[in-house]
C-alpha cells in the first residue's frame, strides 16, 4: 500500500508559477510510475504528466509542455509538479497517481490540492 498528499496549491494570477509536492507513504513508491492528473469543475479527470521510476523518462499532455515539469525525489518519496506561466485554464484540482510495474491503471491517488488561476 502506499498513500499519497499532496500539497502546494493555491490562488495565483495568470502567468504566476506554483510547485505542487506528493509525498508519498510506504516502500513502493521507487517502484512506482508516477503521474498527474487534474479534472476542472464540469470536467473529466484528464492526464497532465508522468514520470518514470528513475526520472529518466517524462511524458506530458500537449496542452501543458513547456509550461510544466514533472520531477522526483526517490530519496524523499516525493514526486513535484513545477507549473510556470500559468493560464486560467489550468484552474483545476491536481491530483498525483501511482502505477505499479506491469500495471495499465494507477492505483494509488492522493485527495488532491486545488489550483485556482485568475486572470
Known amino acids: 500500500q502506499m498513500q499519497l498528499v499532496e500539497s502546494g496549491g493555491g490562488l495565483v494570477q495568470a502567468g504566476g508559477s506554483l510547485r505542487l509536492s506528493c509525498a508519498a507513504s510506504?516502500?513502493?513508491?521507487?517502484?512506482?510510475?508516477m503521474g498527474w492528473f487534474r479534472q476542472a469543475p464540469g470536467n473529466e479527470r484528464e492526464f497532465v504528466a508522468r514520470?518514470?521510476?528513475?526520472?529518466?523518462?517524462?511524458d506530458y499532455a500537449d496542452s501543458v509542455k513547456g509550461r510544466f515539469t514533472i520531477s522526483r525525489d526517490n530519496a524523499k518519496n516525493t514526486v513535484y509538479l513545477q507549473i510556470n506561466n500559468l493560464k486560467p485554464e489550468d484552474t483545476a484540482v491536481y491530483y498525483c497517481?501511482?502505477?505499479?510495474?506491469?500495471?495499465?491503471?494507477?492505483?494509488?491517488w492522493g485527495q488532491g490540492t486545488q489550483v485556482t488561476v485568475s486572470s
Open positions: 514520470i518514470s521510476t528513475s526520472g529518466g523518462y517524462t
Open positions: 497517481a501511482g502505477r505499479l510495474p506491469g500495471r495499465t491503471n494507477y492505483e494509488y
Open positions: 510506504g516502500r513502493t513508491f521507487s517502484s512506482c510510475t
